[in-house]
């Protein structure tokens, strides 16, 4: 069936350095990858997007990758803050629906 | 534009009865997604209303069901409520179905169940 593995379950970095979060999903329909973040007690927002055509996106300091051929796509965050500390949610999504089967979430930690 | 909204936000309910949720789209927004999130399983896909229909659902038994009014607006329902129905409820708008639009969370109903 559908499913979207997430790694890491929990990150830590230091201030400034950089994070990257891998997502691998199953079925090879699935056409729009989003990444959302969901800080504690808050509803999950969209950080940043990625369709099946394209093989990258940058936003700033957040980027996402997508590579078709092994079902692999990672965000990465640079120059991370101690703001950017939250829970992220990779998804996948396809067909004529709006379903979203998300990761299991990565707790990313920025340490001041 | 006001974003999406539920009701009511928190809920405390004994085994055994029922519940209903409710999520008010950002307006314009047609189809309107349900989540399940809890620490175990994460975020699961419910099902989906576009234009009153129910376009997808998710595998959750039968006790789960929902409608979409002609205002786009949504409720999903919980009868013979089980212990392990203690989630957090999301609902998402959108403004149209398919894969690929952008959706939109509402805050979330925090439901436990005694």
């Known amino acids: 069936g559908e499913n979207v593995e997430q790694h890491p379950s929990t990150l830590s970095v230091q201030e400034g350095d950089s994070a990257v979060i891998k997502c691998t999903y199953s079925?090879?329909?699935?056409?729009?990858f989003p990444w959302y973040k969901q800080e504690l007690g808050k509803r999950p927002q969209l950080i940043i997007d990625i369709r099946s055509n394209v093989g990258e996106k940058k936003d700033q300091r957040i980027a996402v990758t997508l590579n078709k051929t092994a079902k692999h796509f990672s965000l990465h965050i640079t120059e991370t803050q101690p703001e950017d500390s939250a829970v992220y949610f990779c998804?996948?999504?396809?067909?004529?629906?709006?379903?979203?089967?998300f990761g299991t979430g990565t707790l990313l930690a920025v340490q001041p | 534009k006001a974003g999406v909204t539920q009701t009511p936000r928190y809920l405390i309910k004994t085994r055994g009865q029922q519940v209903t949720l409710s999520c008010s789209p950002i307006?314009?927004?047609?189809?309107v997604s349900w989540y399940q999130q809890t620490p175990g399983q994460g975020l699961q896909f419910l099902f989906e209303?576009?234009?009153?229909?129910?376009?997808n659902k998710g595998n959750f038994p039968g006790r789960f069901s929902g409608r979409q009014f002609s205002n786009s607006r949504s409720e999903m329902n919980v009868s013979t409520l089980e212990l392990g129905d203690s989630a957090l409820y999301l609902c998402?708008?959108?403004?149209?179905?398919?894969?690929?639009?952008?959706?939109?969370f509402g805050p979330g109903t925090r439901l436990t169940v005694l």
């Open positions: 079925d090879s329909a699935s056409n729009y």
């Open positions: 307006s314009g927004h047609r189809s």
């Open positions: 998402a708008s959108s403004p149209t179905s398919g894969s690929g639009n952008e959706q939109f």
């Open positions: 998804a996948a999504s396809s067909g004529a629906t709006n379903k979203l089967i």
């Open positions: 209303y576009f234009s009153e229909t129910q376009r």
